[in-house]
């Protein structure tokens, strides 16, 4: 796990620093994960879902020449670009008849959606929208991912984007609830950044422990 400690403008004009926004130090971070090397597919909400971001992951390359993967949440009043014509996402989504859903089954959970390929102002290269609702005759769409790798299908960009709920989101809600994450008082950077250190370090022996436990009782009952 890493992290940047965000410092408000008003701040680094005071100290004379260089002011870096949420989406500077969120290309930093990627940065950080493509110079080690760390494999899989970068997944964010939808704040970070602009240009800037998704133009500098797909200019990440993999060994084998292919960009970087991204799956990403959109935000309804998103300018697309469908069949020649600007639109928002959210009235692409309400365009999209009943009978043009197609089912999606995860378990016992059943759900709608649509997908297809197009343009977003700004953005370098090509992606693939992904509509889903929660029942087939809705008129609200539950949520619309976007993602650069256009041959996935609908499953695959919902498996990469379900790793938000497993890992970071996980991560954010036991760190606040169980390990003190919220909770430093103090005011100085390099405390703070201490602080947060260590409640990665108590979640990531807490999850090691649970994954041994988990082990454990598999060959227990086998």
């Not at 950080?32 to 500098?56: E, K, M, Q």
């Not at 009943?98 to 343009?119: A, D, E, V």
């Not at 201490?194 to 988990?214: G, S």
Request: proline letters at 3%.
């Amino acid at each position: 796990m890493e992290f940047r400690r965000f410092q408000k403008q008003a701040y680094c004009a005071s100290e004379k620093i260089p002011f870096k926004d949420h989406t500077r130090w969120c290309q930093e971070l990627i940065d950080w994960v493509c110079a080690r090397n760390i494999p899989g597919t970068f997944a964010f909400d939808s704040y970070f879902t602009n240009a800037l971001i998704l133009n500098h992951i797909h200019g990440k390359q993999l060994a084998d020449g292919q960009s970087r993967a991204y799956v990403g949440s959109l935000k309804f009043n998103r300018k697309l670009e469908y069949k020649g014509r600007p639109l928002k996402a959210s009235e692409l989504a309400k365009e999209i008849a009943p009978s043009l859903r197609k089912p999606m089954q995860h378990g016992n959970r059943k759900q709608w959606y649509f997908t297809c390929s197009l343009r977003i102002p700004d953005v370098n290269h090509k992606i693939r929208i992904l509509i889903l609702w929660q029942n087939q005759n809705d008129e609200q769409a539950r949520i619309i991912l976007v993602t650069n790798r256009i041959q996935w299908e609908a499953s695959r960009i919902v498996r990469a984007y379900r790793h938000r709920w497993t890992g970071t989101e996980t991560f954010h809600r036991d760190g606040k609830q169980q390990l003190g994450m919220g909770d430093c008082q103090l005011r100085d950077g390099q405390g703070q950044t201490r602080h947060m250190h260590l409640v990665m370090l108590a979640y990531r022996l807490l999850m090691k422990q649970l994954r041994q436990a988990m082990r454990m009782t598999g060959r227990t009952r086998s």
